[in-house]
């Protein structure tokens, strides 16, 4: 059964405007099922993923246009980069909005592409896992998150109290529609069937990887580090790779969507901030089943427990963002005296500071680095901390601590 996707409103709104819509994600995410869902019965759809159709459109793209006239939906496009330059064309003759949906897995090779053939054309959209609010049915609240009265109160009405045991199995589980809502598939067959595939058929497409077994070593020692500082020749020592393989790699992870890296927020203020990225997986199923948690009881007691529940947390406040349409305006703050803020959301130029603890009952230690955003001269508005408390309550005036289910 279809379960309904926050996109759809921006998916509505923005094939009225632009004559190509792409959705980009990881495999698995639901791009096609959710397309197919929004498509009109008089759009064709056609997958690039069958050999015949895919040799047709790679060795003449012209003739596949013929054949499959718009409105259409191709799915898979980054199999045939050749079809941009006549999809541009025939929407340059035709100015129509809707013309084309495409889905793409791997942005590494296609952005590229599609930047080159299509600017000013496409509408680029990134979707994700299942969000908490889309499993839970409250798909319509498309509001990105952010720490103000408004957005809380908002999200508070629709959102539903977990305990800590379903949050940490909500996180082992994973956001992958297939599993996230079948209870009944195996977890381990799934994510060990998932991390093959990708392997063998994406990276080896993507940068030429001959040792597959060094990059699973490299993908493990990847997901350890969740939620730390990006550090690449730790990983590199780790997987015994080149620091400049690692550096390869993490960018293939980066564009195919398995791994997100927050920047740090820099200002010229300051000299003193730290610049190298964090690191988070952006879907903790993966990050879990390749970590070897067995179990969401043993991740909740063992010692990836801070870490993956901030991976979590950045993963569901990005989904906030994305389904919506919208850039995430996320950073985050270290300085050189270690003074660090888990989360700063930019929005309008207000500095929204977040903290992020394993914890029902925070107490107001937990943010006593907020206070070094005077430093930056920039305005601050209401934060928060989000946590495992069951309802939201204040801290201070400007300070809300925040149940994880309710971003």
Not at 121 to 133: A, M, P, T
Not at 134 to 144: K, L, M, N, Q
Not at 269 to 283: E, N
Not at 311 to 319: D, G, H, P
Request: with cysteine; hydrophobic share 40%.
């Amino acid at each position: 059964m279809y379960r309904y996707r926050t996109l759809e409103t921006f998916i509505q709104k923005t094939t009225k405007q632009f004559p190509v819509i792409m959705i980009t994600g990881p495999r698995q995410v639901g791009k096609t099922t959710f397309l197919k869902h929004m498509s009109s019965e008089n759009r064709t759809y056609v997958s690039l993923d069958d050999p015949m159709v895919r040799n047709l459109a790679k060795e003449d793209p012209q003739l596949f246009l013929q054949r499959f006239q718009p409105p259409l939906f191709i799915d898979e496009i980054q199999y045939a980069p050749e079809l941009l330059p006549f999809i541009k064309m025939q929407v340059d003759e035709s100015q129509e909005a809707g013309m084309f949906w495409l889905t793409g897995s791997q942005q590494f090779h296609l952005m590229k592409g599609v930047s080159e053939s299509l600017a000013g054309r496409v509408g680029i959209v990134n979707l994700l896992g299942f969000s908490l609010r889309e499993i839970h049915g409250f798909a319509e609240v498309s509001t990105p998150f952010l720490p103000d009265h408004k957005t809380i109160e908002e999200h508070s009405k629709h959102s539903h109290t977990l305990s800590l045991k379903e949050i940490y199995y909500r996180i082992w589980r994973g956001s992958f529609p297939a599993i996230a809502l079948n209870g009944d598939i195996d977890r381990d067959l799934f994510y060990s069937s998932y991390i093959q595939t990708y392997i063998q058929r994406d990276l080896r497409d993507l940068s030429k990887v001959g040792d597959e077994m060094s990059f699973l070593r490299f993908l493990r020692a990847v997901a350890a580090r969740t939620g730390q500082l990006l550090n690449m020749s730790d990983m590199a020592r780790d997987a015994d790779v080149s620091p400049s393989t690692a550096k390869h790699w993490i960018s293939i992870l980066q564009a195919s969507g398995i791994i997100y890296l927050l920047e740090p927020y820099h200002s010229n203020v300051t000299k003193r901030l730290v610049k190298a990225p964090k690191l988070y997986f952006l879907d903790t199923g993966v990050c879990c089943y390749l970590t070897e948690w067995s179990s969401p009881e043993t991740l909740e007691a063992g010692a990836m427990t801070g870490a993956i529940l901030e991976t979590f947390i950045i993963c569901e406040i990005l989904k906030s963002y994305w389904h919506c349409g919208k850039r995430a305006p996320l950073y985050y703050y270290r300085d050189k005296d270690k003074k660090e803020i888990d989360l700063l959301i930019v929005h309008d130029g207000i500095f929204h500071p977040l903290e992020f603890k394993k914890t029902a009952s925070p107490k107001k230690d937990s943010i006593r680095n907020f206070n070094v955003l005077g430093r930056l001269k920039k305005p601050v508005g209401p934060g928060g901390v989000i946590c495992l408390a069951e309802t939201v309550l204040p801290m201070t005036e400007n300070i809300q601590i925040i149940p994880v289910s309710v971003i």
